[in-house]
């Protein structure tokens, strides 16, 4: 029984709620698409949207891979350094195409929630994967802590999401349909 056995209820849980908030975003985006102006900038959507799917797709994952019955670490601390590298390339791009969108223009929790906590939690995984080997219960628990964080942060970027369209999309059109 390797040290991951010990978190495979943490892991079911966290992978529950990252499997049931993908498809309750499914069913957010579908809602508010219909509310979408044709003067919407889809690199905003690809900025703000899309990295929120994938920061519970990565949670999804990550769980089902450390709930696999492992030999030994490892082989897991390699997938989860590799997904680790992976999202700091993909935080990356998406700060790049915060700045390059021209939608909205983002303020500092904007920045805080869509780059530096999702760049925070990657980095975690790409570190806490070299520290495995060596300190494997502080690695384990640097695991959890970043999937942890970018369930969180996936949860309060789709709640903005949401508000921003309900209430600033809703005061835009009702200033251009002259009824404010």
Known sequence: ?????????FYVIVGSSAG??????????SLISTRLTRASDPAAGRAFATPTIVHFSTVLGLSGVLCAP????????????????????YTAAITRQI???????PEFEDWLFHALLPLAAYATLAVS??????????????????VLLLLFTGIHNAWDAVTY??????RQQDKSDGSE
């Open 129 to 146: 994967a070299c520290a495995a080997l060596s300190h494997v219960r502080e690695a384990l628990i640097a695991v959890g802590a970043a």
């Open 99 to 105: 700045r390059r969108q021209s939608a909205y223009q």
């Open 165 to 170: 369209h309900v209430f600033s999309r809703s």
């Open 1 to 9: 029984m390797t040290a991951l056995a010990g978190w495979q209820n």
């Open 70 to 89: 492992w030999d030994g670490i490892l082989a897991a601390a390699v997938v989860w350094g590799l997904v680790g590298l992976s999202g700091l390339v």
């Open 20 to 29: 049931a908030l993908i498809g309750l975003q499914f069913v957010v985006l």
